[in-house]
């Protein structure tokens, strides 16, 4: 359980806002999978969101494809008996939801503006505190996005910007927020990449790009879709039971000699603080520099609590250089 589980506030960039260490996504909530089995049904959904909380857990990341707006609608009933501002709701934009609309998807003014009245009915609430573009939309002039994103700011809908993009988008944020600076428009300063113990690819640039504009870094996938909970192993691979079978191209993206070497350094610093591969993934990413917080999600209640007592793992300088320099590459001494 998560009642002896207590999360502190970290900032979250230079917005002045604070956010909880360990934010809580929901990705899976009324998610299909290829069987139509649901992931996460209503009930559980509400379970987690009850365990989260009473671990001190005040952020909720969500989007408006979750379960196809059923994420959303759950996390609105829910906060419904809660106090809505002790609660930090993000939420995101952009994939086409509606077979057919090419203008159901991206990041033009029509679309943001239809989107965020849907999404914010279905949290039933007046506003989001983080609205993130959900990828970044080349058919969209950037002056344009801005303008429309900075409406919402000023009509209250929304607090701040934030941009779940991947590295090679790096630029195009840069020139968005230099864009925002010139006209005095609400720039993004949250960003949302994939980022862990073997995905790197934002060190560097990425990172540097982030630091430079004083963006809070919230990583989404910390645990490498599973691979860092230490459950694969080397000689067996991937279990006909894996939700990752079902993921297109994890066996070659994780499934690596080079991972698994990370893996076992993993797994040996583990062992030295007394914890799980999953929570010293967790701390591993909460020592880097220019995170705020990871978003970790969960099936259960019991996973959930593993995840979080991640808050209470303390690494060493030299664990934290071990893990760091497991990976190697360009980037390793960021």
């Known amino acids: 359980m998560t009642d002896d589980i207590d999360l502190d506030f970290v900032s979250l960039g230079e917005t002045g806002l604070q956010t909880s260490e360990l934010q809580f996504g929901t990705w899976r909530f009324g998610k299909e999978t290829e069987d139509g089995d649901v992931e ?8 987690l ?9 005040r952020y909720i990341d969500t989007a408006d494809v ?41 990041t033009n003014r029509k679309t943001v503006r239809n989107r965020i009245d849907a999404l914010l009915e279905r949290l039933d609430t007046d506003y989001v505190d983080v609205l993130y573009i959900h990828r970044w939309d080349d058919e969209t002039p950037a002056r344009e996005m801005m303008k429309t994103l900075n409406g919402l700011v000023e009509d209250g809908k929304v607090h701040y910007l ?13 020139k968005a927020n230099e864009i925002a600076e010139r006209e005095g428009w609400e720039p993004f300063t949250v960003a949302q990449p994939r980022y862990n113990l073997v995905d790197r690819e934002i060190e560097g640039g990425y990172l540097e790009m982030t630091r430079d504009y004083g963006m809070g870094v919230c990583p989404w996938s910390p645990l490498g879709q599973g691979f860092l909970t230490g459950k694969y192993e080397r000689e067996e691979g991937l279990t006909g039971d894996s939700l990752a079978a079902a993921s297109g191209g994890f066996e070659e993206a994780y499934l690596t000699a080079e991972n698994f070497d990370v893996l076992d350094e993993l797994e040996a610093v583990a062992e030295e603080v007394d914890a799980t591969p999953a929570q010293t993934a967790l701390a591993w990413l909460m020592h880097r520099d220019g995170v705020a917080a990871p978003i970790v999600g969960a099936r259960t209640t019991d996973q959930l609590a593993e995840n979080l007592g991640a808050a209470d793992i303390d690494l060493s300088d030299e664990q934290v250089e071990r893990l760091t320099e497991a990976k190697g590459g360009p980037y390793s001494d960021i």
Request: aromatic letters at 12%; proline letters at 3%.
């Open 49 to 57: 969101l009850d365990a989260y909380a009473d671990a001190g857990g």
């Open 40 to 47: 996460i049904g209503e009930e559980r959904a509400y379970e």
């Open 66 to 106: 979750y379960g196809a707006g059923k994420s959303e609608e759950w996390i609105g009933n829910w906060l419904a008996e809660r106090d809505r501002e002790r609660y930090t709701v993000a939420s995101k934009v952009y994939w086409q939801i509606r077979d057919g609309d090419p203008n159901s998807r991206g």
């Open 162 to 174: 934030g941009a779940s993009c991947h590295r090679p988008d790096a630029w195009k944020v840069a």
